[in-house]
């Protein structure tokens, strides 16, 4: 999971995406880059670095990163983590084209080496699947882009060879912005337009709505599975679905991964958030449980928890204070540093637990670390009972498209029932979400669960070298090992 952004005809474009990537943070946090042109001297301008956003960019740095028109990427990875080689946006100077890529190519590994073969100028500088991406188009191009219409037939060839998800933002050493989307449309991406300070049209492309809402875009629109967009320096825009589309959007977006302001799927995040939490009240109800306090686990599980609480009339409270200097422990890069951060960051109001009947609610629940920990941490603060409530139905299979949680050994509800779970937990109840709850929350007509179902929406076939590169990667970092689980694909 990564977050993108895209300035088109705005003056300081680099310091838009700068504040940009700022509120798409949470979408990444191993390092960022942005890319502007000056597209009358026909020069890009690059800069990336390791960690946070903040950290990485200065004045100085925008006071060289020239140009009306900017991408940025902000990188959260699923192999490679520690190395500033994989850090986006990559360029093609020769061909005059830079990329920012959210998601994952499932085949990269097969097409790299299709690649290799039939292109003896193809060269290879990384591992990342974001730069076969930008091969396949210069590939398909092979000459610089003379126009929309050039581009849209690279990107349509490329599109037709990749399997996996992806949404992707580019930049043309003419100034052009564009930016396209799979066919499944797993990963958002977003389309904002306002007036710039000379009363034209200014565009933005981002992951998420609420990154746009912040500098001040609006009109928005989502872009469309296959679709492929082009803004030219002069602010003529071309759109166009450029294979056939279906829409599987990533259901993990609404549950955890996106900001809690952005819409997405014509459902906005808080909405979907609140109507998990009224949907699954509605089950505890029908299974007679009760409590004496709800209590979320901070933060994206508060409006979930809010929702149980008012429909089960059960007081609300914040018994978990987080400490706000720990990072979010999903995202982390290992096993030992997520068990590190869950201890230092979550602290329990004893007075207000001892001897109460707990519904701690969370919006997932992946490996299981965090849950044992925060089950722990209640019980010891004198909780009478412990129940657990997941938002999110039990996540039993990998994510070949972006998330992390990538092997079944790591997932606690793989081949493990509630009792069970709760069991290996120390709470007393364990109760998850159902898919068909989720699914109604949500409001979308179809989403991708292939963690959830293990029906995932494109071929997987090739998954089992990314999987075996993965557990290799994850083995070089330190972190556990995983095993192969059988999959079987929707079509
Ligand atoms: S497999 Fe799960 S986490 Fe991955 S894209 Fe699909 S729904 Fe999202």
Redesign the pocket.
């Known amino acids: 999971m990564c977050g993108l952004i895209g300035i088109a005809r705005t003056p300081e474009a680099a310091y838009e995406a700068f504040l940009g990537l700022m509120n798409l943070q949470h979408r990444g946090q191993d390092g960022a880059g942005i890319l502007t042109v000056d597209s009358i001297k026909g020069q890009f301008s690059l800069q990336k670095g390791s960690g946070l956003v903040e950290n990485i960019f200065s004045e100085r740095t925008f006071r060289n990163l020239k140009g009306l028109s900017a991408i940025g990427h902000t990188r959260y990875a699923t192999i490679g983590r520690r190395d500033p080689n994989l850090l986006q946006p990559f360029i093609n100077d020769h061909f005059g084209i830079g990329i920012g890529h959210n998601g994952n190519i499932v085949n990269c590994y097969e097409l790299k080496e299709e690649l290799l073969k039939n292109d003896k100028n193809c060269h290879f500088a990384t591992e990342s699947d974001s730069e076969v991406i930008l091969n396949l188009i210069t590939y398909y191009l092979k000459t610089k882009p003379k126009d929309f219409s050039h581009l849209f037939s690279a990107i349509e060839k490329t599109m037709k060879d990749l399997i996996g998800?992806y949404s992707v933002v580019g930049l043309l050493k003419d100034g052009s912005l564009f930016g396209f989307r799979d066919p499944n449309g797993?990963r958002p991406m977003v389309l904002g337009k306002r007036k710039n300070n000379a009363g034209e049209i200014a565009f933005a492309i981002s992951s998420e709505s609420a990154a746009l809402n912040y500098l001040g875009y609006n009109d928005l629109e989502e872009i469309q599975p296959a679709e492929a967009i082009y803004i030219s320096a002069k602010g003529e825009m071309h759109r166009k679905i450029l294979t056939k589309q279906s829409n599987y959007p990533?259901?993990?977006e609404w549950v955890y991964f996106a900001r809690v302001e952005s819409q997405m799927g014509n459902t906005e995040v808080y909405k979907a958030r609140f109507q998990l939490g009224a949907i699954l009240a509605e089950y505890l109800k029908n299974k007679n449980i009760t409590a004496d306090v709800v209590l979320p686990v901070p933060e994206t599980s508060r409006i979930a928890a809010i929702a149980i609480a008012e429909s089960m009339n059960i007081p609300f409270r914040e018994l978990l204070i987080k400490n706000r200097y720990v990072n979010r422990t999903f995202i982390l890069d290992d096993q030992q540093s997520r068990k590190e951060a869950i201890k230092r960051k979550l602290y329990p109001v004893a007075s207000e637990i001892a001897g109460k009947r707990c519904l701690v609610v969370d919006d997932s629940i992946v490996r299981g670390n965090t849950a044992i920990q925060i089950v722990k941490l209640i019980k010891q603060a004198g909780a009478k009972e412990v129940i657990l409530v997941s938002t999110c139905p039990p996540i039993i299979s990998p994510?070949y498209?972006g998330?992390d949680f990538p092997s079944t050994n790591e997932l606690i509800a793989h081949g493990h029932n509630e009792e069970e779970i709760a069991r290996i937990m120390g709470a007393d109840k364990v109760i998850y979400q159902t898919v068909e709850g989720l699914k109604k929350a949500l409001e979308q007509n179809s989403l991708?669960?292939?963690?959830l179902t293990q029906e995932?929406p494109t071929d997987i076939v090739h998954a089992i070298t990314f999987e075996n590169k993965r557990t290799e990667d994850r083995k070089n970092n330190g972190d556990c090992m995983p095993q192969v689980n059988s999959i079987k694909n929707k079509n």
């Open positions: 998800s797993i990533c259901m993990f994510c498209y998330i991708c669960t292939g963690c995932y």
